[in-house]
């Protein structure tokens, strides 16, 4: 019986909806769990150098802080390649990442392979 009034109370509240699918309402996104702040973030498809453009022209101030997330637009669900160059200009590489529209995907700095700022 609880079950059934949490389901009306769920369906009733556009709030409650709304706080159960936050990924998918803002669209894909990259978390940045690098600890270095980036100012360039370019997917390609796995295996190519094919860069799409910068990402970090989607958010405010141009820039990706540590621990923010950052719109990903563009993107296809798939495997990409992300170039990311701190704000010293420094570049790094994580190879196939997979990224799922709507979702939010994270690069840690574990999983980042050669890096100038390492």
Known sequence: MWRILAMVALLACPQAQA???????LGTQF???TGVTLKEVR???????R???????????????????LPIS???????????RDVKGRACY???????EGEIFAIHEKDLGRCAWR
């Not at 563009?74 to 990311?84: I, N, Q, T």
């Open 19 to 25: 706080q159960t699918k936050p990924a998918r309402a």
């Open 31 to 33: 978390w940045n769990l």
């Open 43 to 49: 997917l390609a498809p796995a295996g190519t150098k």
């Open 51 to 69: 860069w799409g453009p910068n990402q970090c022209a989607n958010d405010k101030d141009g820039e990706v802080d540590f621990d923010e997330r």
């Open 74 to 84: 563009g993107a296809a669900s798939g495997a990409y390649d992300v170039l990311l």
């Open 94 to 100: 994580a190879r196939n990442v997979a990224v799922r």
